[in-house]
């Protein structure tokens, strides 16, 4: 009988130790949600954080400057425990490194060739580092000017002034989404980057369709109309930017199972599917469009329109499993007031574990594969004492 005791007594303390807990976030008065007491981190968690093409180091001062700059950033990164970048390449129908297809970006690169190529040296920096390197493009945005003389020479939306592949609005110049011209356009130069440099993947994010107007793409519906096609202009629409979709991933894919293609919507669902005519809903539960979707979840738990537990929690209940989710979370809102949460908008300046509970919220839901965030500056910059106690209250979470 003391033997069968002391069996079960050491088969307890081997399963109490089973789960080591994760230190938890330093509690503020107004926390409003629960912290997990115990999890064990995935060991392949994605913990990804995005770099702008504002934060990019400036290669205009030079190649050894830019390599300095870029080894700081990425080793900034890995110390605080994250392991993917995600790097603008193309914010603007431009690019980071010599391209025949895109212009030099005006960003990082003073729209002139620096001298050496940029995403050479960030592969090598973030590869040294520990960290996966995913190129981010903006497939459909041109410039946030309306001017189309003020495009640089050499700009591919140049050439396309006056077809229906080329938006002008007031807010800015796109490309048209459901032009097979501007698709073809967008894969050629992702296939010039999988080319040229080892990154572990494509990833883009929310600009889609730029505007509800029906005269933007009315050539292309009514010529679909007119070939015997029968949906709705905004089912059509949320057709073609899946088909894009689908193309690039496959186009991803054909490098190797090994690469990621991964897209980043806005957060808010219907906002999706019904002004910028993304199909998040298709993607996230049918595979072939993404390896992972990225929602940008940027609100707070006491957000009035769109609340993040219940926000997460639609999200989740889309995907199956087949498609993973990474949740994006908002660095960028820590220690600030939120005048769009309304009733909500001083929770994020009146605390300082709101992103640790919310990695605490989404870590067991469905389909979890990581998190990311937006964006570096706001993480590694010149940041307020909250936003310093959130990020060391989330670096306590890995």
Excluded at 5 to 16: D, G, K, R, W
Excluded at 70 to 92: G, I, P, Y
Excluded at 370 to 392: D, H, T, V
Aim: proline share 5%; aromatic share 12%; net charge negative.
């Amino acid at each position: 009988m003391k033997r069968l005791f002391a069996c079960i007594v050491l088969f307890c303390l081997l399963c109490s130790c089973a789960r080591i807990p994760a230190k938890l976030p330093e509690q503020t008065s107004n926390s409003t949600t629960e912290t997990s007491a115990v999890y064990t981190p995935k060991p392949d968690e994605i913990r990804a954080v995005w770099i702008s093409c504002y934060e990019l180091p400036d290669a205009a001062q030079g190649e050894e400057k830019f390599r300095e700059r870029a080894e700081e950033m990425f080793n900034n990164v890995a110390d605080m425990k994250l392991n993917t970048v995600f790097v603008h390449v193309r914010a603007f129908a431009d690019a980071v490194y010599p391209s025949k297809l895109f212009p030099w970006s005006k960003y990082s690169c003073k729209g002139s060739d620096p001298g050496f190529d940029p995403l050479k040296v960030m592969v090598e920096c973030a590869h040294r580092a520990g960290l996966k390197i995913h190129a981010w493009i903006n497939p459909f945005r041109v410039s946030s000017s309306d001017n189309i003389d003020s495009l640089p020479q050499g700009s591919p939306a140049k050439k396309l002034i006056g077809t229906d592949a080329v938006i002008q609005l007031k807010n800015g110049i796109y490309f048209d989404p459901a032009s097979t011209d501007v698709h073809a356009l967008i894969y050629d130069g992702v296939r010039e980057i999988l080319d040229g440099y080892e990154v572990d993947g494509i990833h883009i994010d929310d600009y889609f369709y730029p505007t509800r107007d029906e005269s933007i793409d009315r050539a292309e519906y009514e010529a679909y109309v007119s070939g015997g096609g029968d949906k709705g202009l905004n089912e059509w629409r949320r057709d073609s930017v899946s088909a894009f979709a689908a193309g690039l991933y496959s186009l991803v894919k054909s490098y190797g199972s090994d690469k990621i293609f991964s897209i980043s919507p806005a957060g808010n669902i219907d906002g999706n599917e019904n002004a910028l005519f993304a199909d998040v809903e298709l993607w996230l539960s049918t595979p072939g469009y993404a390896d992972y979707i990225i929602p940008q979840v940027y609100f707070g738990f006491e957000n009035q329109s769109l609340p993040f537990e219940k926000t997460a929690k639609r999200w989740a209940s889309v995907s199956d499993g087949r498609v993973g989710i990474i949740w994006g979370l908002a660095a960028y809102k820590c220690g600030t007031q939120d005048k769009n949460a309304r009733s909500g908008s001083s929770e994020w300046a009146e605390n300082s574990d709101i992103i640790a509970r919310q990695l605490s919220f989404v870590r067991p839901l469905n389909a979890y594969c990581g998190f990311a965030l937006f964006s570096y500056s706001y993480m590694f910059g010149k940041i307020n004492e909250n936003a310093k106690k959130e990020m060391q209250n989330l670096e306590n979470m890995l």
